[in-house]
């Protein structure tokens, strides 16, 4: 494909919620009015100024950003390549998960409900969830599988003492997948008084177009950092890890009419996209893990923020033409790239970021003297325990 | 109320000749897959059902409560598949129609036309997918109507009043009232929405409007009947298999036939 035929504008998705083929508003009956409630008050909120100017105060004096940018003078030399980090570990909660979540939680106070819903994988979006129901005097409550609830106890400490009630979800494979079932099975339940705060760029319209929104700061931030930093050139290439995939729909959306790479690199045990094949699961259709009777699949990798089958459509639309690409990562080369993140520039990147650093680290050899801008979408301090664990006396 | 312009299936035109000899009609589900599930058929066919519900277990069953879930569970870790449950559904012949629920992965895989080629071939009528909703339902319908298969519709309390003819419109068989806001369970009392949807229903329409969701006994079931059509008994009939197996079910559809089959009046 010549990069002339490539589409290189950011997609407004229509009333039908598509991405190209993809997207769309799967949702039980209950769930449809709601869904189209959320819509227009997201389209009224965003167009308005007022709510815009409260939302960019909180990201600024809340959250801290802008985020910087931070180049890995020492790595950079060591692969031959310039890296450059849009540090969103750097934001209040840690993550780039409090973008969305500030405005999410607004939004729900516009539409006047009391009660927000939220899953979470690593616990990062619940952590984000559980800070702004805080914040704006919301009841929160987090939906979290039991798997993940064991490996981030820290995360479901922070979610309790924020005031949020945290539920272990015990159905299915027990991890990410599960709890989006879960919220939503509340959601049904609870739909006239509590608002569903998704995660990821994933879910029923308008929820992957309207994080994706929340979520560009990352990149319109990014874009003009980086030209200040390197003479008014944009990256060759943008890195991005991808599970649901909104921090990296986030730093790609500043840069889709780039001349630029974008790479969203995924868990080999659950490279949705890498798989290619589509499925309709929690609202969207989207490429998803599933067997040859549409049963979905358990992903697994080391990081529970990226274990998840299915992938937010816009990813899938983006591969499908060709902009963006999805190559995977082990958790070999996942665990080499935390240590190495951390050993030459003094940064522990989340776990989820790692699989970023280690796929920048493999093509390397491929790209020398490219600049890579990578989204280090979070921090790595919940994933301390863990590591310890896996890695033992080995550090010497 | 409006009549619909078309010709009914073979799911309608039996529900609406039980209605019009004032039967209530009861619509037991059962998981496909689920040990003894073909005698379970088998014997609420034989206790009074009008119609079986079964439904093809999935991996993330999004409107089902625990004890559906549960049997979904169990039934995919025995090996269930769409392919063995239509295969096992031939060998049933119990002169009721038969419906299927599955969520709409299982329709997508497996492709529209060849989903409902395999229906037919398997003997089901008709079909329920709650997470398709009228937007998403255009190239499923189409397939559907082709072959003959009646793509039930559901309306939920959240509907709009606007939104009800439209969902009507595209029902066939019945239309599927949902009682309550939440998934499938049994719940202690029958929730005012289950009365409150059915009267909406049956006043924008003459297609048979039967409740589930939340119907969980014979006398909330004798309740429902006393404003919609019928009912749909989900997980009352499932945790009876889970817990007694095939025979129990049997016992509580005639309960639940035997209250239904006395009307209550409604005091106005």
């Known amino acids: ?396 | 109320m409006s009549s619909p312009n078309r010709d009914f299936g073979v799911l309608e035109t039996h529900l609406r000749n039980l209605r019009s000899s004032s039967r209530k009609i009861l619509v037991p589900y059962i998981t496909g897959g689920l040990t003894g599930w073909i005698d379970a058929i088998r014997s609420a066919a034989a206790n009074g059902a009008d119609a079986v519900e079964i439904g093809i277990p999935f991996s993330d069953p999004v409107m089902d409560g625990p004890v559906i879930q549960q049997a979904s569970e169990r039934a995919l870790r025995d090996g269930a598949t769409p392919t063995s449950i239509f295969h096992e559904l031939r060998s049933v012949d119990v002169r009721i129609p038969l419906i299927v629920m599955c969520y709409y992965n299982t329709v997508f895989r497996a492709g529209h036309e060849r989903f409902a080629n395999n229906l037919l071939n398997a003997g089901v009528v008709a079909a329920i997918i709650p997470d398709l909703p009228l937007e998403e339902s255009s190239d499923w319908c189409a397939a559907a109507d082709k072959t003959g298969i009646e793509t039930i519709m559901l309306a939920a309390p959240t509907a709009p009043d606007a939104r009800l003819p439209r969902v009507v419109a595209r029902a066939r068989g019945f239309v599927y009232a949902v009682g309550l806001l939440g998934v499938t369970g049994e719940r202690s009392e029958l929730a005012t929405t289950a009365i409150s949807m059915a009267t909406r229903l049956k006043k924008v329409t003459d297609v048979p409007v039967l409740v589930g969701v939340g119907v969980s006994n014979a006398a909330q079931a004798q309740q429902a009947c006393a404003v919609a059509d019928g009912v749909i008994q989900g997980a009352s009939v499932v945790r009876r298999l889970l817990d007694n197996g095939p025979d129990a079910v049997g016992h509580y559809v005639a309960e639940v036939r035997s209250a239904i089959d006395q009307p209550i009046v409604v005091a106005r």
């Open chain 1, 1 to 396: 494909m010549t990069s002339k035929s490539i589409p290189r504008e950011l997609l407004t998705p229509g009333a039908d919620g598509r991405f190209g083929e993809f997207g769309g508003r799967f949702v039980p009956e209950t769930l449809v009015p709601a869904c189209e409630e959320l819509e227009q008050a997201f389209n009224s909120a965003w167009s308005d100024s007022i709510f815009r100017t409260e939302l960019n105060d909180l990201l600024r004096e809340y959250a801290g950003r802008p985020s910087i940018l931070t180049e890995c003078h020492n790595l950079g030399a060591q692969l031959g390549i310039r890296l450059i980090l849009k540090r969103e570990d750097l934001n209040h909660t840690g993550s780039h998960k409090i973008n969305s979540v500030l405005g999410q939680a607004l939004l729900a106070k516009r539409m006047g409900k009391k009660r927000i819903i939220a899953e979470t994988g690593a616990g990062q979006h619940g952590v984000a969830s559980a800070t702004a129901a805080a914040l704006l005097g919301l009841e929160c409550k987090v939906y979290m599988g039991a798997v993940d609830v064991e490996r981030q106890s820290l995360n479901v400490f922070r979610m309790k003492l924020l005031g949020s009630e945290v539920e272990a979800v015990n159905s299915g494979s027990r991890t990410l997948k599960d709890a989006v079932n879960e919220a939503m099975r509340d959601w049904v339940a609870t739909v006239e008084s509590s608002y569903y705060a998704i995660g990821s760029v994933m879910g029923p319209h308008p929820y992957p177009y309207m994080v994706r929104q929340f979520q560009s700061v990352i990149g319109q931030e990014a874009r003009q950092q980086f030209k200040a930093m390197c003479n008014g050139d944009d990256p060759d290439l943008v890195v991005a890890c991808v599970g649901g995939g909104s921090n990296a729909m986030g730093i790609f959306s500043g840069f889709i009419d780039a001349d630029t790479r974008l790479v969203g690199v995924e868990p080999a045990g659950g490279a949705a996209v890498g798989r290619g094949v589509p499925g309709v699961v929690h609202g969207m259709k989207s490429y998803l893990m599933q067997d040859e009777h549409g049963q979905v699949q358990e992903a697994h990798s080391i990081s529970a923020g990226l274990d998840y089958p299915g992938v937010g459509p816009e990813h899938s639309y983006l591969s499908s033409v060709g902009r963006a690409e999805y190559p995977s990562v082990t958790d070999d080369e996942v665990i080499a790239g935390f240590v190495l993140l951390a050993r030459s520039e003094g940064i522990i990147p989340a776990l989820e970021c790692a699989h970023a650093v280690a796929w920048i680290t493999k093509e390397a050899p491929k790209i020398q003297g490219q600049t890579v801008l990578m989204n280090l979408s979070g921090r790595g301090d919940k994933d301390v325990a863990q590591m310890m664990t896996i890695l033992g006396d080995s550090l010497g």
